[in-house]
């Protein structure tokens, strides 16, 4: 498959805009099961507390998975992303009840290496802190 | 309690090939939220070139050996897994896992330190298809709060 961006059309500085992802407990239970994650931090509020964390958690992989999804779907093609990395740099915390955490995430075009691949910065905020550091994803395009 | 660092530096090999499958390929798309069709329809995935569904790329945590690739059901790790939040994880990968792969994972637990009253454990991971094709390789760190205990 090729993605739908060529390397020669992508620009240092371009800007993949602002998409907001709502986390519920509900989802959390969702990817747990999915994902075979079954840690009680992320599920159980007294766990969570007795672990002393300020409540239930989201698992860092699916604050992983969620933001790079600004990049495969800019790109249209998963398969274009040959490396992927974030520091997990504050905890996103999924509160009981109707109102979701609410995950913002921006990437900007940081550069573009030989062999076709280019790097973009991603940022991923939720209530003002920044949820992920250095979360940085390489894609190869044609 | 402190972990157990006579861990450190052994290797955990995933006992039986892990079989990537369309359903949990879908069912964890779903859990992600996150409606690709390479993810969902056999034939989208076919029509851009690959043989099957393709696999989201954080998927590769699923085929890890153990939990996040450590045994943390093993008491003699002593590792309280309530304890534990996740760092650090990278992944790269020379193809994308696609449905009907057969992963043999070989995760390495390379790492103990302190930092603090935490401990940081650090660990490597490999995949392999069982035709012996290097898939991806990747890193994780995870942080076991409160572990190493007070300072002296």
């Known amino acids: 498959m090729t993605a739908t961006i060529a390397y ?22 969702r990817y747990a099961g999915a994902s075979t994650d079954f840690n009680p931090i992320h599920w159980n509020e007294r766990a969570a507390v007795e672990a002393g964390l300020p409540g239930v958690i989201a698992h860092g992989m699916l604050t992983m998975a969620t933001a790079v999804r600004l990049v495969t779907d800019w ?26 955490a609410v995950v913002s995430v921006r990437g900007t075009v940081q550069k573009k290496l030989e062999d076709n691949q280019v790097v973009v910065n991603l940022t ?14 390489t894609v190869r395009l044609p | 309690m402190p972990l157990n660092q006579d861990f450190v530096g052994r290797s955990f090999v995933s ?3 892990y079989q990537v499958g369309r359903e949990h390929i879908r069912q964890f798309a779903r859990a992600i939220g996150d409606d690709n069709p390479l993810y969902h329809d056999v034939e989208a995935a076919k029509a851009a070139g690959y043989p099957d569904l393709v696999a989201p790329p954080t998927f590769l945590i699923v085929a890890n050996p153990g939990t996040l690739g450590l045994p ?25 896992l696609v449905a009907g792969d057969e992963l043999v994972t070989t995760s390495t637990l390379t790492n103990i330190r302190t930092v603090g009253t935490n401990e940081v454990l650090v660990t490597t991971y490999r995949y392999d298809t069982t035709s012996g ?20």
């Open chain 1, 75 to 100: 790109l249209g093609d998963p398969g274009a992303l040959v490396e992927y990395g974030v520091k997990f740099s504050a905890p996103v915390v999924v509160p009981d009840g109707d109102e979701p």
């Open chain 1, 124 to 137: 991923a905020r939720c209530q003002g802190a920044k949820v992920l550091m250095a979360a940085r994803a």
């Open chain 1, 8 to 29: 020669d059309d992508v620009e240092v500085g371009t800007e993949l805009p602002e998409r907001l992802f709502p986390l519920r407990r509900v989802d959390l239970v």
């Open chain 2, 133 to 152: 094709e290097e898939i991806a390789v990747g890193t994780c760190t995870l942080v076991s709060r409160g572990s190493a205990g007070p300072r002296e």
């Open chain 2, 72 to 96: 943390t059901d093993d008491p003699a790790l002593g590792l309280d897994y309530s304890l534990v939040v996740h760092g650090e994880q990278r992944f790269s990968l020379l193809r994308p």
């Open chain 2, 15 to 17: 006992p039986v090939p």
